[in-house]
């Protein structure tokens, strides 16, 4: 339902250009859940901000996008705000900055009904039936109260039920339990599933925590670097001849397959600048695996079997 192809974001600054995202595609069917993985400047959450044209207001964006039959230039604010943000949601980590805090909860979630041509009585009652839906008690005083009245994962079921009250064909979770803590985690999650089995909505859920991922999605698209770099079935995800970064990534999750892992902190050096411009694979400074003609220009990214996609050319080796 959802393509991207060869997205990317890069920001002009006085230090030079930073290349937050180098080449990102990837494809959402309907219903599916796929998770962005990758470390803190991988380019995961750049890559889904600027889908709904969340990006820096001086950043360069470009690529093919395409959801649901409809071509959108990505690079045309107009176009994305008209295409893809009135389809897409995005749930942030951070609940408190995310809600104005000078408004009652009620009004931000009339606001999005209110966009929508939903006014009045039916609006406040389809509200408080979204409350209701993401597990909100006591509805009425919730919708009188402000933000920081509510508890961090209160809030958090609000811009749930924000995100869902514009009926999304996708919704995006940008690391949406990072700022909550164990137990209200596991609700969150409970929540966005739930969520995700009834109303059949696609799932993009930005994560560097393996074990989430491998918990709620179908699909991985792991990131490094600004570029995808693995494209690869949950299923698939501890198995085979897996990247050498997604490797890494699962030694952050012992109880996957420790085994095979190999350890983040054994491999030398630390994640690229966004600055840097690579002459070879992005990852070789870092790769166990690498040999001389990985340095000899980008790999790019192919089918190594079927449904898994690797940027790695020792990917598809016989044994
Ligand atoms: S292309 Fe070479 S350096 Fe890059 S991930 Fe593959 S083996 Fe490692």
Known sequence: MLSVDDLRVT???????????????????????????GESGSGKSMTVTSLIGLQPPNAVVSGRVNLDGVEVDISNRTAVRR??????????????????????????????????????????ERCLEMLKFVGVSEQERRMRNYPHELSGGMRQRVMIAIALLAEPKVLIADEPTTALDTTIQAQVIDLIQRIQAETEMSLIMITHDVALAAEVCDRAVVMYGGYVVEDVPMSMLTGGDRHPYTKALLSAMPTLDAERAVALTSIKGEPP????????????????E????CREGLPAIREIRPRVHARCIRRGEEP
């Open 83 to 124: 295409h893809l943000l009135s389809d897409m949601s995005i749930v942030f980590q951070d609940s408190q900055s995310s809600l104005n805090p000078t408004q009652r909860i009620g009004e931000q979630l009339e606001e999005v009904l209110e966009v929508r041509g939903v006014s009045g009585r039916r609006a406040w």
């Open 290 to 293: 690498v040999i001389n003609d």
């Open 273 to 288: 600048s966004a600055t840097t411009r690579f002459a070879g694979c992005p990852f070789a400074e870092r790769c166990y």
């Open 11 to 37: 920001i002009p600054t006085r230090r030079g250009e930073v290349y937050a995202v180098r080449d990102a595609s990837f494809t959402v069917a309907q219903g599916e859940k796929v998770a962005i993985l």
